[in-house]
């Protein structure tokens, strides 16, 4: 009693899994047993790769190469894959999604054989140790999003090693004044992009990448701990460093106004407030100010959600 796949790509891909696989379907996700292997199917709509095809076993690492090899003969178009701690994924990719999908089967039924020959145990055994599965000392948990049968002496040290690195970075020093001064030679990187942009007749959202991207990293590598203080911090350093870079590339422009509109000041800083008193000056500052800014939060706003994400404590296999 499967549930059909309704939730993914097209009604092809429905029949494909559903009926010639069996797997019971949740939302993107199909899961079940195929050939004496735990198989995850996870749809993902908006990535280059949209199809995962996660295989469960216990892989010896001398057999690695091998299976890599037997992979690359096979010569799948459109494919990458990878081994991580639970077995072997593949992500695959095509014209269309009816190409991919028409040849699920055969490329299920391919890596399989290939683990078969090479000796991988496959859904009676835990794919981390290779330890015999019973239903007492065995658990299927839920692993980024995939199901994953393992035992609960695996279970239970994944768990304890997540809880010890949790504790070693919430103990962790937080150096907020090094991290601070990292993300300041971020921001500053950001606005020499914007100075240098602004000479060429143009200010771009790749000086405001910049100048997020470098303040996280020298963040870190100076000594501050990533957390989300770190996010707070860093979001508005290259925010005011972006400000300053308009500011200080309008007060140069100021001086090349002053002298066509032909008034003069004792000081820069004069020189930009009388130009501010003209329209024309003042509305292209305005402008360019707006534009920095949300260049500076547009273009910045990718890398903020992806660290924000990585600074989030890890949490434990249920």
């Not at 069996?22 to 079940?32: P, Q, R």
């Given at each position: 009693?499967?549930?059909?796949?309704?939730?993914?790509?097209?009604?092809?891909?429905?029949?494909?899994?559903?009926?010639?696989l069996?797997?019971?379907?949740?939302?993107?996700?199909?899961?079940?047993h195929?050939?004496?292997?735990?198989?995850?199917?996870?749809?993902?709509?908006?990535?280059?790769?949209?199809?995962?095809?996660?295989?469960?076993?216990?892989?010896?690492?001398?057999?690695?190469?091998?299976?890599?090899?037997?992979?690359?003969?096979?010569?799948?178009?459109?494919?990458?894959?990878?081994?991580n701690?639970?077995?072997l994924?593949?992500?695959?990719?095509?014209?269309?999604?009816g190409?991919?999908?028409s040849?699920?089967?055969?490329?299920?039924?391919?890596?399989?054989?290939?683990?078969?020959?090479?000796d991988?145990?496959?859904?009676?055994?835990?794919?981390?140790?290779?330890k015999?599965?019973?239903?007492?000392?065995?658990?299927?948990?839920?692993?980024?999003?995939?199901n994953?049968?393992?035992?609960?002496?695996?279970?239970?040290?994944?768990?304890?090693?997540?809880?010890?690195?949790?504790?070693?970075?919430?103990?962790?020093?937080?150096?907020?004044?090094?991290?601070?001064?990292?993300?300041?030679?971020?921001?500053?990187?950001?606005?020499?992009?914007?100075?240098?942009?602004?000479?060429?007749?143009?200010?771009?959202?790749?000086?405001?990448?910049?100048?997020?991207?470098?303040?996280?990293?020298?963040?870190?590598k100076?000594?501050?701990?990533?957390?989300?203080?770190?996010?707070?911090i860093?979001?508005?350093?290259?925010?005011?460093?972006?400000?300053?870079?308009?500011?200080?590339?309008?007060?140069?422009?100021?001086k090349?106004?002053?002298?066509?509109?032909?008034?003069?000041?004792?000081?820069?800083?004069?020189?930009?407030?009388?130009?501010?008193?003209?329209?024309?000056?003042?509305?292209?500052?305005?402008?360019?100010?707006?534009?920095?800014?949300l260049?500076?939060?547009?273009?910045?706003?990718?890398?903020?959600?992806k660290?924000?994400?990585?600074?989030?404590?890890?949490?434990?296999?249920?």
């Open positions: 009693d499967h549930r059909d796949l309704h939730s993914f790509p097209t009604r092809r891909s429905s029949d494909l899994v559903a009926q010639s069996g797997l019971e379907v949740n939302g993107n996700m199909a899961y079940g195929v050939d004496g292997y735990e198989l995850n199917i996870l749809y993902v709509p908006m990535n280059s790769f949209p199809i995962v095809l996660q295989f469960s076993g216990h892989i010896l690492e001398d057999k690695r190469d091998a299976i890599a090899t037997e992979i690359k003969k096979l010569a799948l178009k459109n494919c990458q894959y990878q081994f701690d639970f077995g994924i593949l992500a695959l990719t095509g014209v269309t999604l190409s991919i999908t040849k699920l089967n055969d490329i299920i039924s391919k890596i399989i054989n290939t683990l078969k020959e090479n991988v145990q496959g859904d009676s055994y835990c794919p981390i140790c290779g015999e599965l019973t239903d007492e000392n065995s658990k299927l948990c839920s692993v980024d999003g995939l994953v049968k393992i035992c609960l002496d695996c279970l239970n040290s994944i768990n304890e090693q997540i809880e010890k690195n949790n504790a070693e970075i919430d103990k962790a020093p937080n150096n907020y004044f090094k991290g601070t001064i990292g993300a300041i030679v971020g921001g500053l990187c950001g606005s020499l992009v914007a100075v240098i942009l602004s000479m060429l007749g143009f200010i771009s959202g790749i000086s405001a990448l910049v100048a997020v991207v470098l303040g996280f990293l020298l963040y870190q100076f000594g501050g701990k990533a957390n989300k203080q770190m996010v707070f860093v979001s508005a350093t290259s925010v005011l460093c972006m400000v300053l870079a308009v500011f200080f590339i309008y007060l140069v422009a100021a090349a106004f002053a002298a066509e509109m032909g008034f003069t000041a004792e000081t820069s800083l004069a020189l930009f407030n009388k130009a501010m008193s003209y329209s024309e000056f003042s509305s292209s500052f305005i402008r360019d100010l707006i534009m920095s800014l260049f500076a939060v547009l273009g910045g706003v990718f890398e903020i959600k660290m924000a994400n990585s600074v989030k404590p890890t949490e434990k296999i249920k």
